[in-house]
């Protein structure tokens, strides 16, 4: 697949899904790489490969877009990466050798807490955490609370025998 039907490709898949200046600036950022890449002696088809599909990377985009808030009527848009997030499209294909703005690597792996799911997910396990520890504590002070007589007894036992014997 050649450049231009790369960037056709891309295009049409995000046409009516964001704003246009989502459009325009993925668009932007995808010719300045692959020409970039091509500047470096490899061949457009290569790059382009390493892209991935320009189909997945505009779900990637809309779904990003959605999450911040970015739909087709209207939005700002002003990374001007692969899914708005502050990652070069490496974060997503895994097959490029730089770093992004962020710094962080390109295998990196970042999870969207700003999904209602996720946060119903979080809220269940810290619920579910929180219950355990209250287990825990509840089952600690039991067993104490089942000891506490007996132990008290040999206590005062000890302490009377100690005096006697004196």
């Known amino acids: 697949m050649r450049k231009t ?94 770093r992004d703005d962020s710094g962080l690597p390109p295998n990196f792996h970042y999870i969207d807490l700003n999904k209602w799911y996720w946060k119903v997910i979080l809220s269940v396990v810290v619920i579910a955490i929180l219950f355990v520890l209250f287990a825990l504590v509840g089952g600690i002070f039991t067993i104490l609370i089942h000891l506490a007589g007996p132990i008290l007894l040999i206590w005062l036992i000890y302490t009377v025998i100690k005096s006697i014997w004196k």
Not at 6 to 32: K, M, T
Not at 37 to 45: I, L, S, T
Not at 52 to 64: F, V
């Open 5 to 98: 039907e790369f960037l056709q490709e891309l295009r049409e898949a995000l046409d009516g899904e964001v704003s246009a200046s989502v459009i325009q600036s993925n668009i932007s950022y995808y010719d300045q790489y692959i020409s970039q890449e091509a500047a470096k002696g490899r061949r457009e088809e290569e790059v382009i490969e390493e892209i991935g599909s320009p189909r997945l990377i505009a779900k990637t985009i809309i779904d990003s877009s959605e999450g911040a808030g970015e739909t087709g009527q209207g939005g700002s848009y002003t990374s001007g990466d692969a899914a708005g997030s502050g990652r070069t499209a490496s974060s997503y294909n895994g097959g490029f050798s730089e």
